[in-house]
């Protein structure tokens, strides 16, 4: 069976993945198990073996150059060897700090990792600009920087502060998880271990990905990266073993499609 693009299957990713073509995916986005909550398909006893095994066949369906983006708790990748499959380019912290700290022994994790990993030694697409923040710099202070001497005398040219905004850097708290008083949110079942916010996942595909390119997400839930990429014009493969997680994330894709569509109409009356 030829696996199509833009629909999200019902099956179980292990089953699914040897499927897909080799080299034909620009962009993983893999937010799947992370091993620590009583959820029946968070249950792996080794995460880390589970992950390295994932990172294997992932490279195997990356082009060269593609990205993948692997969500985890700050342990997910210890100890394991992942060099000989793909390049960890960065451990972005997606820092959540209205998280309740009810830790007695320890200081309570409040964040979450997104491993950044790229097959070879250069990205194919890193859209930098796509996916600027604002510069939170006071004038004064900005204007101290620019006077420094490795400014002024030219070394190393101008100033880098950019009008468009800074590069997010790999601590991201600018993007809050989502609550049950959250919009988006499609049922309290997707609270917390399942869906993920809307601007996460876009700043992901932004980064790593252009317009028509080929995103997989093995472990779709509700559909967050297949809805996103659906607005960002990229196509993509989704695969969900819970029947009725695939069931929402098609009901989004049918409203989106309904959104686009009444633009359309009222854009042409
Ligand atoms: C963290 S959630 C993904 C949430 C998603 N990013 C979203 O925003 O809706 C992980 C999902 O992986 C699914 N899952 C776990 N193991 C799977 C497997 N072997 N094959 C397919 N799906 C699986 C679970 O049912 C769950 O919905």
Redesign the pocket.
Known sequence: MMIEHDRIYH????DLLPRIDDGSIDLVVC???YGVTTNQ?DRISDIQEFNLKLISIFAAKLKDGGALYLFGKPNCIDFIDYRPFLNLRAKIVWYQPSRLSQGRLNYTNNYDIICYFIKGDRPKTYNLDAIRVAQLVELEHRLRCERVPSVTNGKFGRTKFNEAGKNPGDVWGDIKQLTYKSKELVSRD?LN????PEAL?ERLIKASSSEGDLVLD????????PVVCRRLNRRFIG????EQ?VAAANARLDELQREEEGCLFNYGT
């Open positions: 099956a179980d990713a292990f937010d799947g198990p398909w997707a271990t399942i869906q993920k996942i093995p472990f779709a839930g509700v559909g967050t990266c695969i969900e073993k819970d997680f």
